[in-house]
């Protein structure tokens, strides 16, 4: 039987709690509440429970360890969140849903004054309005939403696995995924803002990183790469200052090719090349080649080369 957490402020949204959960069982999933209201609820779980399992910690830290523990032990399938327009359970809540893995069921259930951003990767369900009774139109919206996490849990994440690595791009031109799928890699174009990458990374669903981009645009993912030791290709027209650049990462570290082409090399940059490559880390290598910055063959060079490092 899937649990699933329900977490919110219990006694202000105690009405579309009881409902939701009696639409869960109704599909034979169990509750785990967590009430994160300053005021005592009947849940599984209260904000003074949390702070006494985790004494001395912040309550939103106590949130992240609960739930994390919650899914390590087996426990939970899934998270439900109810938001209204209450700031001060933000933060809380999107410790909540970084506490569990991407790709399992996420869903915010938000009234329409709700100024509650998130993650990109939780699902949202807006209840019109910003006051109501518990209205047919509110009790298909919660049906609908319960249904469907209870739905999603059923899907297990492991059951989608391929042996092909899945390597995410950033500032590549978009005709690269016909060298990259030529070379048997599956690929994700990602912006240097895009929200999702963050726990694809650290969640070991990205195998490979692929830039042309500013590095410190892209430190904190950089960061991530390396601590997982995930091999990292770097496309560049300045190789020396991305070295400079790379001075923040630990010595132990994945793989990072730095990948450029001498017709646009600087003169003084060739000169001091040599003393630099020598004093360079294990981890780091420069590639210097003939191809044209930007060609396709430029670019179907330093596919091969981050395929040689993920077989």
Known sequence: MKQIILIGDLIR?????????????????????????????????????????????PLEECVHLAISKLY???????????????????????????????????????????????????????LPGTAYTMNPVIKILLSNT???????????IHNFGCPAPTVGTMGIKADIGRYLAGAGLNYIAFSEDDQLLHPLLSNGYIHGLMMASEIESCRHFIDIAAAREIPIVIASKNPDAIRAQLDFLPTISGPVTIISSHHQEIPNMKGAKGSQENSSPLWLRCHSISHKFGSDNFYQYAVRTLADQLS
């Open 72 to 126: 390590s032990q087996g426990i939970a399938d899934g998270i439900l969140a109810l938001l209204g327009k209450e700031p001060h359970l933000y933060n809380l809540a999107d410790r909540a849903f970084a506490a569990m893995p991407f790709g399992l069921p996420k869903v915010a259930v938000l009234t329409g004054n709700s100024t509650w951003q998130g993650r990109k990767e939780v699902m949202r369900i807006y």
């Open 13 to 57: 949204w105690e009405a579309e709690i009881s409902f939701i959960i009696e639409m869960l069982h109704m599909t034979a999933t169990r509750v785990i509440s967590v009430n994160i209201g300053r005021r005592v609820a009947a849940a599984d779980l209260n904000a003074r429970e949390l702070r006494q399992l985790y004494p001395g910690k």
């Open 146 to 156: 319960a249904f469907a996490v209870s739905g999603m849990s059923l899907c297990s």
